[in-house]
C-alpha cells in the first residue's frame, strides 16, 4: 500500500504570511496532484505536476514535485483569507491513474 | 452540463440496513472512482472503473459493491452496513489522457 504523508495537519495563520505545505511519499508517482476542498463540497484540481523537479506557479502558490518524484512541496506567499481551506495532495499510480490521498493540511488564514 | 452528480446528499442507515449511491457523469468520461473520507482525513479508493462492464477493487473494498452498465453511472452498493461505514462519500471522473479528477458533491452517510 502506498502512502502519502502530509504535513502539517492544521495551519493557522494571520493574513499575509507565508506558508508551506509537505507531501512525502516512500513510493514513486507518476504524477502529484493537489486538490482543495471547501466544506460540504468535493475536493477541486489545483495543479498536476508530471516531471521530477518541475516547478509550477499558480498567482501566489508554487508547487514543487521532488526530483525522485517521491515527495511534493505547496508553497503560499502572502496568504489571504480567501486561501483558507482543506489542501489535500495525491500521487497518481497504475493503469487507471489511481490517486493516493494525503491525510489534507487545514489551513485558516486569519484577517 | 452538469459535471458529476450524486444521490442522495444525506442518509441515515440502521446497522444491517442495505442502500446504493447514485453517481452520473454527464462528461462522457472512461474512468469513475468511488472514494469514502472519513472526518479530518484524505479520501481512500473503494473501487474504480475503467469503462462500462470493467470495475477493479481499490484500496478500501470491503463491505462494498459496485457495477458499470453504462458510461453515465457508477452505483456504489452496501450490502450490510455497519458503523465503520459512516463516512463521506465521494464520487469522480476523469476522462482518457486527462489527469484531473472532477468530483461529485459528495454523500454523507451515517450509520448508526
Known amino acids: 500500500t502506498q502512502l502519502l504523508e502530509q504535513s502539517p495537519q492544521f495551519l493557522s495563520i494571520q493574513e499575509g504570511e507565508n506558508l508551506t505545505v509537505y507531501c512525502n511519499s516512500s513510493?514513486?508517482?507518476?504524477?502529484l496532484q493537489w486538490y482543495r476542498q471547501e466544506p460540504g463540497e468535493g475536493p477541486v484540481l489545483l495543479v498536476t505536476?508530471?516531471?521530477?523537479?518541475e516547478v509550477k506557479k499558480l498567482k501566489r502558490l508554487t508547487f514543487q514535485f521532488g526530483d525522485a518524484r517521491k515527495d511534493s512541496s505547496l508553497h503560499i506567499t502572502a496568504a489571504q483569507p480567501g486561501d483558507t481551506g482543506l489542501y489535500l495532495c495525491?500521487?497518481?499510480?497504475?493503469?487507471?491513474?489511481?490517486?493516493?490521498f494525503g491525510s489534507g493540511t487545514q489551513l485558516t488564514v486569519l484577517p | 452540463n452538469a459535471g458529476v452528480t450524486q444521490t442522495p446528499k444525506f442518509r441515515i442507515l440502521k446497522i444491517g440496513q442495505s442502500m446504493t449511491l447514485q453517481c452520473t457523469q454527464d462528461?462522457?468520461?472512461?474512468?469513475m472512482y468511488w472514494y469514502r473520507q472519513d472526518p479530518g482525513m484524505g479520501l481512500k479508493l473503494i473501487y474504480y472503473?475503467?469503462?462500462?462492464?470493467?470495475?477493479d477493487k481499490g484500496e478500501v473494498p470491503n463491505g462494498y459493491n459496485v457495477s458499470r452498465s453504462t458510461t453515465e453511472d457508477f452505483p456504489l452498493r452496501l450490502e450490510l452496513a455497519a458503523p465503520s461505514q459512516t463516512s463521506v462519500y465521494f464520487c469522480?471522473?476523469?476522462?482518457?489522457?486527462?489527469?484531473?479528477?472532477?468530483f461529485g458533491p459528495g454523500t454523507r452517510l451515517t450509520v448508526t
Open positions: 469522480a471522473s476523469r476522462a482518457l489522457g486527462d489527469y484531473e479528477q472532477y
Open positions: 513510493s514513486v508517482f507518476s504524477s
Open positions: 505536476v508530471v516531471t521530477g523537479g
Open positions: 495525491a500521487g497518481e499510480s497504475g493503469s487507471a491513474r489511481q490517486l493516493t
Open positions: 462528461m462522457n468520461h472512461n474512468y
Open positions: 472503473s475503467v469503462g462500462a462492464g470493467i470495475t
